[in-house]
């Protein structure tokens, strides 16, 4: 039997977010599809730690999991290779590197000695000198562009968002505050941009594959680097379970938003909503937010009249289909938004931006509504809020796309096309 050892950046598993449902997915498509036994290495995120994991998927032989990285190795990676060395890592790269963890990496590469590794973001790509003298096939899976993300995420003049997202946790709140001044916030993305994008485009060099979620990124990434490397593999959801008819009731002039409330984009996102166009439909309307949500962001909109926060639930379905029409316009971002394709799945009209349909083959009001115009999208909103007909035909023609393009069956069949 074939092996796969993938290093990934967190245990996926429960899923709760829409990278964990890729993690999840690929390995389970890989082991029922290809044949593979699946060792995973796992850097573990905030809240995670090696006791408190759930039971491992049936589909996975082995679990390691990483060395915890301390305060002084990540100051002194910052210092040594984000700051003074030539060839510059990004911050993020500094924050998850260590020898402990090359050195076991390296170790457990030899032992089972796998066919394939893939490596999950470029924040671990360096890893890759722990195992390039095992003759297999190497893949980084970059998921999308993270340096256009945080180009157009400095971009952005008015967030007030933790830019730090998940990796504010790992920082006191004193230095939460300093970097999240402004003036800090945009030299920081735009610097990590520049040292991203040479990162990039270095480990597409080094690695034999690379996976992008995105057509349009991944022929960007073979351009800027003379290479055919680069590999689209669509987001797939699991349509079956999303196309469920289950039993909801609708709530009249109500619209819903999906997003993990850690990340800057989200938070960003929900509050172009709340703030430029729940006060301009005439109609009363509900929103219902779906997501982990700290304290601190109910409070801030605590005065804003019919907005729900649910946070973090079991089965998103079912709030979804509560309401008529799910609204997520994104601040910025890259790659393609599992959320969007979840939401039509389900058969529900979508109103989104330019962002939002990134990565999409759609056309506004066909699979989709696609308004960058704050005023467009109010139109939309209210147009399919008070027509029956247009939601369900909008919702239909969206699921029939996702079905035919974006189910797990449909993506597994690209990794056939990368020899595995």
């Not at 690695?207 to 979620?213: G, K, M, P, S, T």
């Not at 172009?272 to 909109?301: A, M």
Request: net charge neutral; glycine share 6%.
């Amino acid at each position: 039997m074939k092996k796969l050892l993938f290093v990934t950046t967190r245990r996926f598993w429960p899923v709760d977010s829409g990278r964990k449902l890729t993690l999840y997915h690929y390995c389970r498509g890989l082991y029922e599809i290809y044949g593979y036994e699946i060792y995973i290495y796992s850097f573990l995120e905030a809240g995670q730690t090696p006791e408190n994991a759930e039971p491992t998927p049936c589909f996975i032989k082995e679990v390691v999991y990483s060395n915890k990285i301390g305060s002084a190795e990540k100051i002194k990676n910052i210092i040594s290779k984000t700051i003074f060395r030539k060839d510059k890592f990004p911050f993020q790269c500094s924050l998850f590197y260590s020898k402990k963890n090359f050195i076991s990496i390296s170790e457990f590469a030899d032992k089972i000695r796998p066919d394939t590794v893939i490596v999950d973001m470029v924040r671990l790509a360096p890893y890759y000198y722990s195992f390039r003298n095992i003759n297999c096939k190497k893949i980084l899976d970059m998921d999308d562009v993270l340096s256009l993300r945080y180009e157009r995420q400095a971009q952005n003049k008015v967030s007030e968002a933790n830019f730090l997202g998940n990796y504010g946790k790992e920082v006191s709140s004193g230095i939460n505050r300093i970097l999240n001044l402004r003036i800090f916030k945009n030299a920081f993305l735009k610097f990590e941009s520049k040292l991203m994008k040479k990162a990039e485009e270095k480990y597409t060099l080094l690695y034999d594959n690379i996976i992008l979620v995105s057509e349009k990124e991944a022929e960007y990434v073979n351009k800027a680097t003379g290479t055919e490397k680069a590999i689209a593999i669509p987001v797939g959801v699991d349509y079956d379970y999303l196309s469920e008819n289950i039993d909801v009731k609708a709530i009249n002039n109500s619209l819903s938003f999906m997003g993990n409330l850690n990340v800057a984009a989200n938070v960003d996102s929900l509050d172009i909503i709340i703030r430029k166009i729940l006060p301009v439909i005439e109609n009363e309307v509900t929103l219902i937010v779906i997501g982990t949500c700290s304290e601190e962001i109910e409070s801030k909109y605590k005065d804003v009249k019919n907005v729900e926060f649910t946070g973090r639930v079991d089965d998103f379905r079912s709030y979804i289909k509560t309401s008529k029409v799910f609204l997520s316009p994104i601040a910025y971002g890259s790659g393609i938004k599992t959320k969007i394709l979840e939401a039509m799945a389900m058969g529900m009209p979508v109103v989104t931006n330019s962002i939002g349909a990134e990565g999409l083959d759609v056309k506004d009001g066909r699979e989709l509504i696609v308004k960058d115009d704050y005023t467009e999208i109010v139109s939309a909103v209210k147009e399919l809020l008070n027509n029956e007909a247009l939601r369900k035909d909008l919702g239909e023609r969206g699921q029939k796309f996702v079905q035919q393009y974006h189910d797990w069956n449909v993506v597994y069949k690209v990794f056939m096309e990368m020899g595995m």
